[in-house]
């Protein structure tokens, strides 16, 4: 049963940082680009960062670009994403997904989420 269970989200002030995790298993991690996709209140889903198979090629949303950073540890079967110079706007749940065979972009499974508040 492949699961993807998040943690590290909570609240934090503007300016502040944040390091997501996210513990994998039930699959090869090592072979699947994983992402985070995010989810504002009241919005809707919106893709934030993914990482291909090896970590070496990340990409990210336009939103996020220059303060967040993903990354990956293959040993562990673990997905991160630190947040850095975080905004009001960056409250949201954060869901990790892993993609399908097919394509990075394809979503084919996902965590239940953890909760960003960005607020003073």
């Known amino acids: 049963e492949v699961q993807l269970v998040e943690s590290g989200g909570g609240l934090v002030q503007p300016g502040g940082s944040l390091r997501l995790s996210c513990a994998t298993s039930?699959?090869?991690?090592?072979?699947?680009?994983v992402s985070w996709v995010r989810q504002a209140p009241g919005e809707g889903l919106e893709w934030v960062s993914t990482v291909r198979r090896g970590g070496q090629l990340t990409y990210y949303a336009d939103s996020v670009k220059g303060r967040f950073s993903i990354s990956r540890d293959d040993a562990k079967a673990t997905l991160y994403l630190q947040l850095n110079s975080l905004k009001a706007e960056d409250t949201a749940m954060y869901y990790c997904?892993?993609?399908?065979?097919?394509?990075?972009?394809?979503?084919?499974?996902w965590g239940q989420g953890i909760r960003v508040t960005v607020s003073s």
């Open positions: 997904a892993k993609a399908s065979a097919v394509s990075w972009a394809d979503f084919e499974y």
């Open positions: 039930g699959f090869d991690f090592s072979t699947y680009a």
